[in-house]
Every structure is written in structure tokens, then in C-alpha cells.
């Protein structure tokens, strides 16, 4: 199963708006700069966020994106299921009924064993992803990260923070 890279960028995202204080915001072009990525694909991940209310978007001059809600609420398959959709990763397309030997719909009346295995995969995946909290991702790095990706990490969300005067907010 290979998930696109629009999830890493969500996923770090999220974890970098963990860090930021209070009722603040972030711009998506201090998020982009801080992952070398192009500020209009990152956009499009987070609008995607913010569409299902895993991050708040603020308008205006000190306007940016945070959490919707506290990261311990959040984990990673809300933000995967974000980025990528509900859909399962395998969709089974029944191609036992294809080929140059078919028969009737009688003779498929049990469900693909291929389809029942690939779905029970899916199933422990998500639960395993239902499980990892944004928070835990944080704390651990916080933790065992490198003290000095930490620091700069701490410094650029700092940095980068746009305090908000009111608390009024706009969903994107």
C-alpha cells in the first residue's frame, strides 16, 4: 500500500500546530518554507484538513491555520483518511468472474477469500492508525528527537505564530 506524500506533509503540518500557543495561527507559506514544499500543494492538504475539521483556517492579515481540536483528539487515521479518503486502499474489481471459463453468479455465491484478507489488512491498519494520537507523535518527539531539529523546530514555530487579538474564526 503506498499513501501519497500529501499525508507526510499533513501529518507534519498537524505536528508542527501542535506547537503553536494559545488560540495562534499559522501561515500555510511559513508551513511550506518549513518543509520545502511548493505553498500551493500544501494548500490543497490543508484545506483538506480543514474540511474535516482537523484544522481550523483564520482569515485575514494575521490569519493562518491551527487545530481544530487538541491534538490528543486527533490521530492519524483522521488525517489520512483526510488527505487520502474513506475508500479502501484495495478495491476488489470480482476479476475471478473474468477469463475464457465463467459461470453462472451461482458458482460465486461465497465472497473472494483475496477481498476478505485484503479487507482484514485494511481493517488492522486503520485501527493501528486510530490508535497513534497526534499527541503521542509530539511527545515522543519531544522526547527522543535530536535536540537540536527540537530547537529548531521550537524556534521556527515561535517565529512563525501569529497571535490572534479575537477569538472569532472562519472554517475555510
Excluded: W
Excluded at 2 to 27: D, F, P, Q, R, Y
Excluded at 34 to 54: E, Q, T
Excluded at 61 to 86: K, N, Q
Amino acid at each position: 500500500m503506498k499513501l501519497g506524500e500529501g499525508v507526510e506533509a499533513a501529518i507534519h503540518c498537524a505536528a508542527m500546530l501542535a506547537g503553536v500557543e494559545g488560540n495562534s495561527t499559522m501561515a500555510a507559506s511559513a508551513m511550506a518554507e518549513a518543509f520545502g514544499l511548493s505553498p500551493s500543494y500544501l494548500l490543497k492538504h490543508l484545506n483538506m484538513l480543514s474540511a474535516a475539521r482537523i484544522l481550523e483556517s483564520v482569515s485575514g492579515p494575521a490569519g493562518g491555520y491551527r487545530l481544530a481540536r487538541p491534538a490528543e483528539r486527533i490521530s492519524l487515521l483522521d488525517i489520512v483518511l483526510a488527505v487520502e479518503g474513506r475508500e479502501p486502499a484495495f478495491r476488489c474489481g470480482e476479476i475471478r468472474r473474468n477469463g475464457p471459463v465463467t459461470f453462472d453468479a451461482s458458482a460465486y455465491v461465497k465472497p473472494c477469500g483475496i477481498n476478505a484478507a485484503m479487507l482484514k489488512a485494511e481493517r488492522a491498519y486503520r485501527a493501528a492508525l486510530a490508535e497513534a494520537k497526534l499527541s503521542d507523535i509530539v511527545a515522543t518527539y519531544a522526547a527522543e528527537g535530536d535536540p537540536r531539529s527540537l530547537a529548531a523546530s521550537c524556534a521556527f514555530v515561535e517565529r512563525h505564530q501569529r497571535p490572534q487579538k479575537s477569538s472569532s474564526t472562519k472554517q475555510a
